[in-house]
């Protein structure tokens, strides 16, 4: 698990491999990543958006960019949290992804970002 906090919001990490198969006669690696987004700050946030950088191993890089996160702009009181599942796919057994989430401050009506630490993709039989 990989975590990091920006700005009193708390980012945790968990990833797993899912498997592969082949899609348009190329293989396909399916990762899978838990997100945790605590509030450990005294005001209330809203995360608006997300920026994604999803690297593999032969140097592709995919931007992923949108509202909110599965679908939900959550907002967090203090001291709550929102834990979300989702996933990507590789063309090869290792990667990583690494991004921010844009948030609103209620209490300042500021926005800021919010880092999402870098964590590593690797399917476990390729691991030496």
């Not at 909110?68 to 009181?77: E, M, S, T, Y």
Request: glycine share 8%; aromatic share 12%.
């Amino acid at each position: 698990m990989v975590q990091q906090v920006t700005k009193g919001i708390k980012i945790s990490v968990e990833t797993n491999f899912e498997g592969s198969f082949y899609k348009n006669y190329k293989i396909q690696y399916a990762f899978g990543y838990t997100v945790t987004i605590e509030n450990q700050s005294k005001d209330s946030v809203q995360l608006n958006t997300r920026h994604w950088e999803i690297l593999d191993a032969l140097n592709n890089v995919e931007i992923v960019e949108g509202d909110g996160v599965i679908g939900k702009k959550p907002v967090l009181k203090p001291g709550e949290s929102h834990t979300y599942t989702s996933g990507c796919l590789l063309t090869s057994p290792f990667g990583a992804m690494q991004g921010f989430y844009n948030m609103v401050n209620f209490t300042t009506t500021k926005k800021f970002k919010v880092v999402i630490p870098t964590f590593k993709l690797s399917a476990p039989f390729a691991i030496n």
